[in-house]
């Protein structure tokens, strides 16, 4: 699996929010995308899914421009987990079942369950799965969403700050099982994690965005104090210990 | 030892025999959800059977399920199949295809408070009718003393200017952009273009006319016949067909709009379709037989409480009970004042107001 960003320009009320982004992401990488708010991360995944399109620039699959395939079958290969996602009055199950959508063609079959199932066991939702989705807590939601999106089966999945609303300890057990799920069904993951520490405990490659352009790329080298600084406007430590880079701020300015 | 333990994240694989407890859980779940809609349709039946019993002349029920089952349409036979069961049909479908449309734009517009009548179709619908009984002088449809001239003119107006509202909202929505919001506040303002529009033409018509434009609003079953019944269930067909082959995209939109355009969904379409089905078919209904409230709204909350939000189950079950409340209320409406029938849509607002507000504080509560 190759996907490939070429030149990407997106702009909302003539205001250029994305100028001339151009990246690769192949089969088991787990990326983050890094960078202070209103950076454009969020319209980034979005060009990336074709839910938002670039008003240049191509964004491919394997080589295939995503223009030129249908809805559902962007569907099939790209899944994509929103900051904020509506509440209904559906099961867990079901909710999670929903996954599953591009690939059904008449109603859910034993499969579709099996997967369901499956993955609702490792996201440890097993004792919430008849629970009305408006009467479980924030937290949850969350990892119902992040279940939906490895049910539908895609090659590439795109999380947008996908455990903002879990405690340290589910953080890293969802980052962790992300990496898990990426490496063992040939899938790769692009995330907008806000958490710098949490981004390169648990991910291969990290993409800095500034001002609507990437400022850089590359593995864990490219996260230091002065990219840090250059990015985000904070003086920072980057210390490591047992082998993992810990980013610890100094102090920050206005 | 490792991919052992990895074998478990191969979430893909085929390993069938593995019945997993949620799995087994939901199956269940899904069996009471099928319990459900059958005693539904049970209570669906027994109530057509009551309504077909009650009646100012009394018919042994013996006799009507031998009319019923023969086609006997001589003596109480006429009665049975032309007086009530044309009205007990109409209230079925009536009541289902209010209720459908209610489930589908409530999705559609994102609003747990939209049907149709949101966006303005009713008073379309009203003023078409007033339009033609003032301007055309058609007079309205037969509703116990009010006269007639030609009803199928005002029905036809009526159908006309809902139809046409529909086309406005969409015009407008397109101009600026296809979203739950724009569609909600468009049909806010189409309703009050026509809402004045309607009180103008009650300004400068006659005593009589306005009679019969008061007649005309009021929900009243008494209107139909078998070609109306016919023409409402050939729409609902239509209509719900689609629905149903929809009900994966519904439940995808219910959780979001970039949920569900992630999920492969084609929101901007799918909320224009439906909202021209949905509109179509109130179109018919309220053209026909008048403004019947409460019952679009009513029929998918109440399926929404007992049996949740997935609408492959949600859409029948609304459906059910949709028209479970219509027969209801249509008798409520025969018996209170007997021999006097109330227009049903008096009733379904009479009873549905209050229903409604109860149904709200045990959901929010």
Known sequence: ?????????????????????????????????????????????????????????????????????????????????SQRGEVSRMTVFESVLLGRKPHITIDASEKDLRITSKVIDLVGLNDLSMKYIDEISGGEYQLVQIARVFVQQPKIILLDEPTSNLDPSNQHAMMHLIQKIVKNNS???????????????????????????????????????????????????????????????????? | MSSEMDRRYRIYDDDQGLESASSKTYKGYVRHKNLFMLG?????????????????????????LKYIFTFGNNGFGRIVWN?????????VLIGAGLAVSGVVMQCILRNPLASPYTLGLSSAAAFGAAFSIVFVGTGSMITSSISVNNPFVTTGFAFLFSMFATGLIL?????????????VLAGIAIS????????FVQFVATDSQLANIVSWSFGDLGRGTWTWDLFVFATLLVVVTYFMFRR???????????????????TERERIIGMILSSLLCSVIVSFFGIIAFVGLLGP????????????????????????????????????????????GIITSLLGGPLFIYLLIKRYR
């Open chain 2, 301 to 344: 909350h109440i399926a929404r409480m007992i049996i949740g939000g997935d609408h492959r189950y949600l859409i029948p079950a609304s459906m059910m009970i949709g028209a479970i409340i219509l027969v209801f209320a249509d008798l409520v409406g025969k018996e209170i004042l007997a021999p006097e029938v109330i227009p049903v």
């Open chain 2, 192 to 199: 009050a273009i026509f809402s004045a529009a309607l009180s």
């Open chain 2, 248 to 266: 994966w995209e519904y439940n995808a939109m219910d959780a979001g709009e970039d949920t569900a355009k992630g999920l492969g969904v084609n």
């Open chain 1, 187 to 254: 899938m790769a993951a692009v995330m907008v994690v806000h958490d710098l520490n949490l981004a390169v405990r648990h991910s291969d490659k990290f993409i800095l965005m500034k001002s609507g352009k990437i400022y850089a790329a590359g593995g864990r080298e490219i996260i230091t104090p002065e990219n840090i600084k250059a990015v985000y406007n904070m003086d920072s430590y980057v210390e490591e210990i047992h082998g993992i880079p810990i980013i610890v701020p100094k102090s920050y300015t206005r």
């Open chain 2, 83 to 91: 007086v009530r069961l044309v009205r007990i049909v109409g209230a």
């Open chain 2, 171 to 183: 015009l407008l929505t397109k101009i600026t952009k296809i979203t739950a919001e724009t569609m």
């Open chain 1, 1 to 81: 699996m190759m996907f490939n960003a070429n030149g990407i320009k997106f702009s909302y009320a003539g205001k250029n929010t994305l100028e001339d982004i151009t990246f690769e992401v192949e089969e088991g990488d787990i990326v983050s995308l890094l960078g202070p708010n209103g950076v454009g991360k969020t319209t980034l995944l979005k060009c990336m899914d074709n839910i938002l399109h670039p008003k240049s620039g191509l964004v491919e699959l394997d080589k295939v421009d995503l223009n030129s395939m249908s809805r559902n079958d962007v569907a099939k290969n790209i899944g994509y987990v």
């Open chain 2, 40 to 64: 539904a349709i049970v209570i669906l039946i027994a109530s057509i059977m009551v309504a077909v019993y009650v009646g100012p002349i009394r018919i042994s029920f013996g006799d009507i």
